[in-house]
């Protein structure tokens, strides 16, 4: 049978996997908004119900979950920058306090993330959301050319500061996503906002049993976790 990669590699950049890293020059896309001065720097979040109307690029009729499945998590983060924000992500209703759980710790361990914004933030467009380096979770989308439905479908996978962690598919030539992310393609790597195997990142999400996409055998996925670990 043949092997059909995680992502589609029609837009994506060729990259060896021995690049070194060097230092970022992209400017940074600009994170969610900083919460009002005099705002408490403690982790806060919210978990409320979705909409339909706010699912307009990522939801459609024959998706596999319904809006009724999912939530909005709106919490805090810590930036790049070194200060609190306010973030979005949609994920399944069954699994919303338990991803809470995660980034309560990750916020307590200042690990810093780009930005969190829905994908509506892209027109529901996979490889914008990545481009960007934004974090996201609920996406109704395939798998490449598979036909089946990602782990984003159904609102059980997220993605974690994408440039930093991007993925990987070694066959000849090798296939980057997104393609600005050739510094950032060896691992271990210590710079921030990259996830390592058995880091804090890798620890929490497992606490929850979830899987990494960065200990995938053949294709890497390192800004990918999901429940089922696909």
């Known amino acids: ?3 059909i990669p995680h992502r589609r590699p029609a837009a994506a950049a060729l990259v060896l996997l021995s690049v070194t890293a060097v230092a970022m020059t992209t400017a940074a896309a600009s994170p969610s908004p900083t919460p009002s001065p005099g705002t408490s720097q403690a982790f806060t979040a919210k978990v409320t119900p979705v909409s339909p109307d706010q699912l307009r690029h990522s939801w459609r009729r024959g998706c596999p979950v319904q809006p009724a499945d999912l939530r909005m998590i709106t919490m805090t983060y810590w930036g790049f920058d070194g200060a609190p924000h306010t973030g979005e992500l949609v994920i399944n209703k069954s699994v919303a306090d338990q991803v809470v759980s995660v980034f309560k710790k990750l916020y307590g361990q200042r690990f810093p ?3 969190m914004q829905t994908v509506e933030a892209y027109k ?5 959301s990545m481009k960007a380096d934004n974090t996201s979770g609920f996406n ?4 490449g050319t598979s036909g089946s439905w990602s782990q984003h479908a159904y609102g059980l996978a997220i993605d974690i500061n994408t440039r930093e962690n991007p993925y990987i598919h070694p066959y000849p030539g090798g296939t980057l996503e997104p393609p600005n992310a050739k510094d950032y393609v060896r691992r271990p790597l210590d710079r ?3 996830i390592n195997p058995g880091d804090n990142v890798v620890r929490a ?3 929850i049993g979830w899987g990494w996409g960065g200990s995938w055998s053949t294709e890497k996925d390192y800004q990918h976790f999901s429940q089922n670990g696909r």
């Open 205 to 207: 999400f497992k606490k």
């Open 1 to 3: 049978m043949a092997f």
């Open 113 to 115: 993330i780009r930005q």
């Open 192 to 194: 921030p906002g990259v």
């Open 124 to 128: 529901g467009s996979d490889a914008a």
């Open 140 to 143: 109704c989308r395939r798998v």
